[in-house]
C-alpha cells in the first residue's frame, strides 16, 4: 500500500512540476478570410469571409488550434435541361448563392524569432455548404498550412495565414485554398 501511494505521490509530484515548464499561454485570432473552393466542376469560386481562431499551448512549441471559418459567395453550377421531346438533351447552368462553414481542429508547431513567429498547421474536422438551389451537404474536412505572426505590440499581432482545405461535398472531392489576415491577442 506504502509503495502504490509513493508512486502516485511521485507521478503527482513530477506531473506538477512539468506542468511548470509548459508555459500556459495562447492566442485569439480574428480577421478577414478568401476562399477559392470547386463546389462544381463548371469554374471555381472566390469567396469571402471571417476566420476565428483559438489557440492553447501544450509545450513551448506545439499548440492545440481550434479554427472555425465561414465564406459566403455564389457558384455556378449545371443540371440537365428539360425540353421538348425529340429536341435532345442538354445542360443548363445557374448561379447559386453559396455559404460554407468549417470547424477544424488540430496541433500547430511555432517558435518565436524576434518580432515574428512563423508556424505550420495541420487541422480536421467538419465542414458545411449550403448552395440554396443546388441543395446543401456536410463532410469531413483537412486543412494543412501556416503563417506567420507580426508582433505590433506585446499582446498584439497581425497574423498572415494560408490553409490547403480539402472537403467532399456533393460526392466529389473540393481542393481549396484559404487565405487569412487578421488580429491576434495574446495571453
Request: proline letters at 4%; glycine letters at 12%.
Amino acid at each position: 500500500m506504502r509503495r502504490i501511494a509513493a508512486v502516485l505521490f511521485s507521478l503527482f509530484l513530477f506531473a506538477v512540476c512539468a506542468s511548470a515548464q509548459v508555459p500556459t499561454s495562447g492566442n485569439v485570432f480574428f480577421g478577414y478570410s478568401f476562399y477559392s473552393t470547386s463546389l462544381s466542376s463548371i469554374d471555381r469560386a472566390n469567396t469571402n469571409g471571417w476566420d476565428a481562431a483559438f489557440e492553447g499551448k501544450v509545450l513551448p512549441h506545439v499548440g492545440l488550434v481550434a479554427d472555425i471559418t465561414g465564406h459566403y459567395g455564389s457558384q455556378n453550377f449545371s443540371t440537365p435541361c428539360t425540353v421538348p421531346v425529340g429536341a435532345g438533351g442538354g445542360t443548363c447552368f445557374f448561379n447559386a448563392d453559396v455559404s460554407e462553414h468549417n470547424v477544424l481542429f488540430g496541433p500547430r508547431v511555432s517558435v518565436s524569432v524576434g518580432k515574428i513567429r512563423p508556424f505550420a498547421e495541420f487541422m480536421f474536422g467538419v465542414g458545411h455548404v449550403n448552395a440554396n438551389a443546388a441543395g446543401s451537404d456536410t463532410s469531413f474536412a483537412t486543412a494543412l498550412g501556416g503563417g506567420i505572426d507580426y508582433k505590433i505590440i506585446r499582446p498584439v499581432a497581425w497574423r498572415l495565414e494560408g490553409d490547403y482545405v480539402t472537403t467532399r461535398f456533393f460526392g466529389a472531392t473540393q481542393n481549396n485554398v484559404q487565405l487569412s489576415t487578421g488580429i491576434v491577442v495574446r495571453f
